[in-house]
């Protein structure tokens, strides 16, 4: 597990030279599950919109599989589709659930996929609403539609933002033991961003805290929750930040 | 019993149908990746693109006929040039290319409005499974296809109706350029009241039963 899959380095981001993030360094290992937290507007969202090359940072550079991209250089279609994202708010298609599912699949020129999509649908709880227009779904069978048309694509990283927030615990329960699962059973690298400190301890191995746009500290799940170097991260873990 | 009065109706049904549904796909195949294009992209100019296409969308179909009446005339920049391409005056060819101008705007327009009401968020996230630009686009539209059929549907509504162009480039020969409205016109003219309320009528019937088959086309999206 000490093969990195992501090195950001120097890295700011700007939106109407309002600065809204600048990791000097960040290393996300192959196979490892870290997760991104923050007070809201700390720039989470931002920084994987960044790994999902869906953005140019303003400056520095991301290292992904070996080749280093930049403000100048963008990824080949072939690099860019090895990595996905579930967002925080999931705009589905106004197509049925299957094909929603199945949508990324096709865009790649894949047609004869049933029997995975079949899977997929099944694995996530809605095989029962293959053919239920997507728009009528409720949140939480949307987010897990989401999440199916993302981890169907077996990306060698997938990004999820917020991928419980509101929902019951049965659908939380059940989206982190998928995402745990694909960790395990295909090694896929997950960089998690949640509001929820004990979903990141449950899951994560490594848990980054970002702060106004800087990460503050990176540390193996346990130090971070019961030794950190940060006051910081202290206070963030109890509940006690002041911002 | 219409066509027993006038045997000369169907073929002014017809040309009606030929002229507007020629030049409707000609604007469709202009207009929507036109629109699609202005509402998706931003380049430089693009303001100032929108106002023109804004205007074009309120041009006076007699300005429009006015306009091609002197590109196509013998001296004008296009007749002059005896090309095959080039439709001649008093042609059905003539009717077809007035009809585009007017046409290619509505559709344009209305196919910008649509798809720039398409969540911002969407093509970011078809892009983040994997959309090329272009493959992002399409969805932009599929998702919009509600508001393009609206668009197909505004064009056709401002062709088939217009007489100014029709009139001016097309001279509305008897068997040649006559179309449904320019044969109202003259009907009136002429005092014939009853052929022009029938020619009346079927026009509202031709429009009316275009629309619902362009709404079948639409299909589910208005209903989800
Ligand atoms: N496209 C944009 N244009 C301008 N400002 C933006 C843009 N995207 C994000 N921002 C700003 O960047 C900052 C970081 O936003 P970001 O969405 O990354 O925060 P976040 O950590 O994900 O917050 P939350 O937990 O509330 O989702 C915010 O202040 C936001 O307003
Ligand atoms: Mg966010």
Do not use: C
């Not at chain 1, 992904?64 to 990595?83: C, K, M, N, T, W």
């Not at chain 2, 300005?63 to 091609?68: A, E, H, I, R």
């Not at chain 2, 970011?124 to 493959?135: H, K, N, Y």
């Amino acid at each position: 597990m000490s093969e990195t899959l992501y090195e950001l380095r120097g890295i700011t981001k700007k939106y109407d030279k309002r600065s809204v993030l600048r990791v000097d360094e960040l290393d996300i290992e192959r196979g490892e599950i870290l997760a991104l937290v923050g007070p809201s507007g700390a720039g989470k969202s931002t920084l994987l919109r960044l790994l999902n090359f869906l953005e140019t940072p303003s400056s520095g550079s991301i290292r992904f599989h070996g080749e280093i991209f930049d403000a100048a250089r963008q990824p080949s279609l072939d690099i860019r589709r090895r990595v996905t994202t579930v967002f925080q708010r999931p705009v589905l298609l106004r197509r049925s659930v299957r094909a929603n599912v199945a949508y990324g699949l096709r865009l790649r020129g894949e047609r004869d996929a049933d029997a995975r999509i079949d899977e997929t649908l099944a694995q996530v709880g809605l095989a029962e609403m293959a053919h239920q227009p997507a728009r009528t779904l409720s949140g939480g069978e949307a987010q897990r539609v989401a999440l199916a048309r993302a981890m169907i694509l077996r990306p060698d990283a997938l990004l999820l933002d917020e991928p419980s927030a509101n929902l019951d615990p049965y659908n939380v329960g059940l989206i982190e033991s998928i995402a745990s699962d694909l960790n395990q059973e295909q090694g896929t690298t997950i960089v998690l961003v949640t509001h929820n400190i004990f979903q990141a301890r449950r899951l994560a191995h490594r848990v980054a805290l970002l702060l106004e746009g800087r990460i503050i500290e990176v540390a193996d799940v346990e130090r971070f929750f019961t030794a950190p170097s940060d006051p910081r991260t202290r206070a963030f873990t109890r509940g006690e930040m002041i911002y | 019993m219409i066509v027993s009065r006038d045997p000369q109706l169907t073929e002014i049904v017809l040309l009606s149908l030929q002229v507007s549904g020629i030049a409707l796909l000609f604007s469709t195949l202009i207009g929507v990746p036109l629109g699609a294009l202005m509402g998706l992209s931003r380049f430089a100019g693009r303001r100032f693109a929108i106002v023109l296409l804004y205007t074009g969308m309120g041009f006076p179909p007699v300005v429009v006929g006015l306009f091609v009446y002197l590109m196509l005339s013998r001296s004008g920049p296009l007749g002059s040039l005896h090309a095959a391409w080039i439709p001649a005056l008093f042609t059905p060819g003539a009717m077809v290319l007035a009809q585009i101008i007017i046409a290619v705007p509505l559709v344009a327009g209305f196919t910008m409005a649509a798809v720039m009401g398409v969540d911002r968020n969407l093509r970011q996230q078809v892009e983040s499974l994997g959309a090329t630009s272009w493959q992002s686009a399409m969805a932009a539209i599929t998702e919009a296809r509600a508001g393009v059929i609206v668009a197909i549907i505004a064009g056709f509504g401002g062709i088939i109706s217009e007489v100014g162009a029709v009139m001016m480039v097309g001279g509305n020969i008897e068997g040649k350029t006559r179309v449904l409205t320019t044969a109202i016109v003259l009907e009136t003219r002429k005092g014939e009241f009853d052929l022009a309320i029938a020619l009346g009528v079927i026009l509202l019937s031709l429009t009316f039963l275009s629309n619902v088959v362009m709404l079948r086309l639409q299909g589910g999206t208005i209903d989800d």
